[in-house]
Structure formats: C-alpha cells, structure tokens
T-cell receptor, first 117, second 112 residues
Framework: NAGVTQTPKFRVLKTGQSMTLLCAQD?????MYWYRQDPGMGLRLIHY???????AKGEVPDGYNVSRLKKQNFLLGLESAAPSQTSVYFC????????????????FGPGTRLTVL | AQSVTQPDIHITVSEGASLELRCNYS??????LFWYVQSPGQGLQLLLK??????LVQGIKGFEAEFKRSQSSFNLRKPSVHWSDAAEYFC??????????FGTGTSLTVIP
C-alpha cells in the first residue's frame, strides 16, 4: 500500500495564479483532511470530508476550495493564490474520523511545500 | 472554543534521560486525544491515542501518555530517550464536529 500520497511535492506560484493539490489514499478511508502547517502555528484544518461527495469547512477555509468526487481522492484548490498561502500543506485520511475503532487516528501524506511570490 | 496548548516550544534532553512533553486542552465534552510525531521533512505519524478507559495509554516507540481530566492534560512520556527520538511532537484533540485541533508543537533535541 502506498498509504497517503500528495502531488506535487513542491510548487512555486505567482500571486493570482491558481493550482490544485491532489491527495490520494489507497486504504479505503472515509474521512479525509487538508491542513496547512506554518512555523509556530502547528497544523490548522482547512477543509475536510466525511465521505465521498461531502466536504466541510475547517478552521481556516478562506481562499481554498475542495472536492471529493471519488472516495480515494481529495483535491485542494487555490483559485487566486496569495503570499499568505505560502505554507506546507498536509493531507490526511482516517477510517473512523475522531471516533475510536480499528485503525483509528489519522494517516498523513508527506506534504506539499507551496511558495507564492 | 476548543484549543490545545503545548507550553514548551523546544526541549533538549540527553540521550538516556527521561522525557515529558506537556499538553493541555480546552474542550467542554469528553475529549479524544492524540499524540503525533513529525520527523524533519516528513508527514505526521500517530504515536498514541486516548478515547476512554484506562487513563495511561501505551503507544509506539516506547511512548506513553496519561490523561488527567482534573488538569485537562495529556502529557507524553518516555523513560529513556534515544537519539532517533529527535523530532517535533504534536498533541491533538478530536471534537464532535469531526475536526481535529492541533497544538503548536514541541521540538525535541537529543544530546548524545
């Protein structure tokens, strides 16, 4: 199993450009999450999904959109990138979300480092 | 509002010494609590989790954590630190809206 993979690993954008980050998981997990990690701020939840076709806003959703058309994929879009969106983006998946159960907890991808100039 | 506080930004310990990383949470209901570790340039890996029951939970790599409801704490411990434990550690709480809130992390340096 590849686990959680993220594409691309690195990207540099100019202000105003758009891009899509792809997260894929092969563990048949229902729940998927997008976080951003900034120095001194830990991880902050951008959007999440509790199943195929569903999405919900997290703590810092402004400037981002997401889609989960297939269970295994969770896409994060930036329509008009801003320098404030320079960050490391992590995707995670989970079989049970916050709840206890077999294999509970989140499984994280390796991250995408995004720089917006 | 829910929040997670990790008071120590950075901790340095000698190899073989014991370790305790602090985590305090603020959440009105019964919390679901997690500790993750992040090595440089990597994603996060789950160390251990607490949902209910025994307040002392064991995790991977020799780590354990104790849930203390009266202190709203979930501190991570290891009796003897190895050089390979140098990393950043994150405490997280799961809330009923299916969201996770993370602390700001504690960076661990291990001195040979």
């Amino acid at each position: 199993n590849a686990g959680v993979t993220q594409t691309p690993k690195f990207r540099v954008l100019k202000t105003g450009q758009s891009m899509t980050l792809l997260c894929a998981q092969d563990m048949n997990h229902e729940y998927m999450y997008w976080y951003r990690q900034d120095p001194g701020m830990g991880l902050r939840l951008i959007h999440y999904s509790v199943g195929e076709g569903t999405t919900a806003k997290g703590e810092v959703p402004d400037g981002y959109n997401v889609s989960r058309l297939k269970k295994q994929n969770f896409l994060l879009g930036l329509e008009s990138a801003a320098p404030s969106q320079t960050s490391v983006y992590f995707c995670a998946s989970s079989p049970t979300g916050i709840y206890p159960g077999h294999g509970s907890g989140q499984f994280f991808g390796p991250g995408t480092r995004l720089t917006v100039l | 509002a829910q929040s997670v506080t990790q008071p120590d930004i950075h901790i340095t310990v000698s190899e073989g010494a014991s370790l305790e990383l602090r985590c305090n949470y603020s959440y009105g209901a019964t919390p679901y609590l997690f500790w993750y570790v992040q090595s440089p340039g990597q994603g996060l890996q789950l160390l251990l989790k607490y949902f209910s029951g025994d307040t002392l939970v064991q995790g991977i790599k020799g780590f354990e954590a104790e849930f203390k409801r009266s202190q709203s704490s979930f501190n991570l411990r290891k009796p003897s630190v190895h050089w390979s434990d140098a990393a950043e550690y994150f405490c997280a709480v799961g809330v009923k809206s299916n969201q996770f809130y993370f602390g700001t992390g504690t960076s661990l340096t291990v001195i040979p």
